[in-house]
């Protein structure tokens, strides 16, 4: 708070006025910049205005310049909000399809800017900076200001080989792949976006073994980018098991594992 911001024993016209215009414009999450370049021209000093109403537990400061109404808590778009125009992306992308009934601890956020990782009104977010070529297959949910950013679930799926340290456990990862409903054109075209052979190889032997309805030309382009190194199917897991020579993989994770991982229920 700036040491010449005059704060209001309570709240005037001014500051009521002021609400009034948010729920005009139906605005719940905003920057400082953004309301003074709207509201400039109602109201002298935006930032006294938002200092008052934060001292007022009116508004909240989610970090500094940005803001939102004391009880918004969507955490979904305050994620994306603060993570640059991120998407929700991994673990918390599975979860928001479906396809785990796990919930993580973080809220996961793909951003192609670094971001440290905070906490927001008690929820954490881990902020995952991917390459630019990499920030692709995202989808637009919700309307206006509560609008925000997640990735496709093709693109979760793939996300998730690729760094499965963020997809909340490999038997986890293998059982959403299994219940996915998947399309080989996306999933060619993200496996080139993340340009991950060995996850790439991963994903295809899976799709082999699992009989994946509508993939078969995924699975010929992934058997295409295998190379001569052999790679563990579970990158987390010890060097040991059946070498699969069509794949160049080790099943470090027996066959009969995978198919039980998939039959297990939640």
Not at 18 to 36: G, N, P, S, V
Not at 69 to 81: W, Y
Not at 133 to 138: D, P, Q, W, Y
Not at 195 to 212: H, S, V, Y
Request: proline residues 2%.
């Amino acid at each position: 708070m700036a040491r010449s911001t005059y704060i209001s024993e309570n709240l005037n016209q001014q500051q009521i006025d002021f609400m009034l215009l948010l729920d005009d414009y139906e605005l719940e999450i905003f920057t400082l910049e953004e309301l003074k370049k709207q509201f400039s021209q109602q109201f002298v000093d935006i930032n006294e205005l938002v200092e008052n109403l934060v001292h007022k537990k009116i508004l909240s400061r989610i970090e500094r310049g940005k803001y939102c109404r004391a009880n918004f808590t969507d955490e979904k778009i305050i994620g994306c909000f603060i993570g640059n125009s991120g998407a929700i992306a991994y673990w918390s992308a599975l979860n928001a399809h479906g396809l785990t009934e796990q919930f993580p601890n973080n809220v996961f956020i793909q951003t192609s800017k670094p971001k440290r990782n905070k906490t927001v009104f008690g929820t954490s977010y881990k902020f995952v900076n991917a390459a630019p070529s990499k920030i692709t297959g995202i989808l637009t949910q919700g309307q206006g200001n509560r609008k925000y950013w997640i990735t496709d679930i093709e693109k979760t799926i793939v996300d998730c080989f690729d760094l499965p340290e963020h997809s909340g456990g490999y038997a986890e990862l293998i059982r959403a792949f299994n219940h996915a409903k998947l399309r080989s054109d996306k999933m060619i075209t993200y496996c080139m976006a993340i340009d991950n052979i060995a996850a790439t190889k991963r994903m295809g032997f899976l799709a082999e073994l699992l009989e994946k309805k509508g993939l078969k030309t995924f699975i010929k382009y992934a058997k295409q980018q295998k190379n001569q190194s052999y790679n563990v199917f579970d990158s987390s897991g010890t060097d040991k098991g059946e070498f699969v020579n069509d794949w160049r993989l080790r099943l470090n994770i027996s066959r009969n594992e995978i198919l039980d991982i998939c039959n297990k229920q939640y």
